[in-house]
């Protein structure tokens, strides 16, 4: 029972951790909406999760957290990709004026694009740091060593079962996006989380 408990602890936290909205997490959404790459897309960000979760749980996380420079690299460093990815997506909103066919031909949808455009998301991402590899990895550190291999695979399971969802469930609301206003609307949402996002890192 207690192996099982700690796999629904590692499934529990990562699950609250992921559904927050973040530059990864609308990216995927933008893709599944778009049904480019879905699979690709789905299947990239959990394993990059997944190696993350993996890493944090064997002591990354405490590494970082206890390394102060480290933790300024990840706030600040991210919070600039995060101000710019804002600013992209307000630029989107306000400036262009895209039908949803307009963003499927758009060419950074093509594959190599695509794959690029996930690495940069996930790893400029400082909270694939903060809180995957630090927050997740300090709660796994504290598990009795037999158990936290079973905390780490709920983690991962978590995440990937988020980003599967996540791809595969936007493309139900393809026929929501036909018109150009949804795309300002949703590049003008995603603008302000990003752009609060990186304040918050500032700030704290």
């Not at 933790?71 to 101000?83: E, P, S, T």
Request: hydrophobic content about 55%; some cysteine; proline content about 1%.
């Amino acid at each position: 029972m207690s192996v099982f408990l700690t796999f629904i602890k590692g499934y529990g936290i990562s699950s609250g951790l992921i559904m927050a909205i973040g530059a990864q997490n609308a990216f995927v959404l933008k893709k599944g909406i778009t049904k480019s790459h879905v699979f690709v897309v789905a299947i990239l960000c959990s394993i990059i999760d997944a190696l993350m979760i993996t890493l944090g749980a064997s002591g990354l996380g405490a590494i970082i957290a206890n390394n102060v420079y480290l933790l300024d690299i990840a706030r600040y460093g991210g919070a600039a990709f995060l101000f710019c990815y804002g600013t992209k997506s307000f630029y989107s909103s306000f400036f262009l004026t895209r039908s949803i066919e307009d963003v499927i031909s758009d060419s950074s949808n093509n594959l190599k694009a695509t794959i690029i455009t996930i690495l940069a998301v996930s790893f400029l991402n400082p909270h694939l740091y903060l809180d995957t590899v630090v927050l997740l990895g300090s709660i796994g550190a504290q598990i009795v060593e037999h158990e936290r291999a079973y905390f780490t695979i709920g983690a991962i399971c978590a995440s990937c079962l988020w980003f599967f969802a996540l791809a595969y469930g936007a493309g139900y609301l393809s026929p929501l996006f036909q018109k150009p206003i949804s795309w300002k609307i949703l590049d003008g949402f995603i603008g302000v989380v990003m752009w609060s996002i990186a304040v918050s890192l500032i700030m704290e």
